[in-house]
């Protein structure tokens, strides 16, 4: 049975999409969140289609917790465009006040983590991967754990150092400082999942990244409150305002999202389960 919030997720994202051509106030501006809403409800609705469970019908509470802890998240990284200024944002005045914006921030940042697991369960729903395996074990020692987050920290600094030039490390900082965090403390990590063999959620995860990527700047293209790029050196052939090469950067993040969340959920929580199973 098809779930009754999936009907209403599908026709959000149509109104949406008529709307970026319509212009009804007060839709056109607080299109972000409103769309992505639509599309978790309506990917979550396929997912419980599928597999007779979903994250929105089986674990709401988790998926409430995901909500609270992906509006925070991106802040960090609003933290960092700072002093690299790769992204700016446009088209707010609609918003009327630094509260509003605040507030429209918090709830398009909302969707992020929702919207990056429920598409990793869609995907994992068709065994697009589940036969992807390793052909062998790597032994995980703890220099390489070391090592990995070493680097994590230096691709944390080096962009505040030398921005124009070391920019990209941003995604990938926090990945290599927090995996091996969630693994040593067991919890659900990337290197888990390499040494366990089992290639199906980071290869969901990389192509859920690419998928959102994609969605995140086709829907910005056509906004009114939008946002756009000041990337040094790779600026060239746009596909909607994203440089081609920076889409690359969504594979890493993906991995860098899949970690922060762990983490972040680890700390109120004494033993985590697997959210995908």
Known sequence: MFKWYGFLGILTVIFIEANFFLKIQPFADWYFPIVWFGYILTIDAIVHKLRGKSLISDRFWQFLGMIIISALLWWIFEFLNLPLQNWSYQGLEGLKSNSI????????????????????????SIHLFESKRLKRSHKITKRFLYTMISLGVICFLTPLILPAFTFPLVWLSFF?????????HKQPSIIGHLKDKRLAIPLSLLLAGIILGFLWEFWNYWAIPKWTYNIPFVGFFKIFEMPILGYLGYFPFSFELYAMYWFVRSLFLKKEKLLIR
Do not use: C, H, K, Q
């Open 101 to 124: 914006v605040t507030l429209f921030g918090l709830l398009s940042f909302a969707t992020v983590l929702p919207a990056l697991f429920e598409t990793v369960e869609l995907i994992r």
């Open 176 to 184: 290599f400082i927090i995996d091996p965090i969630n693994y040593l």
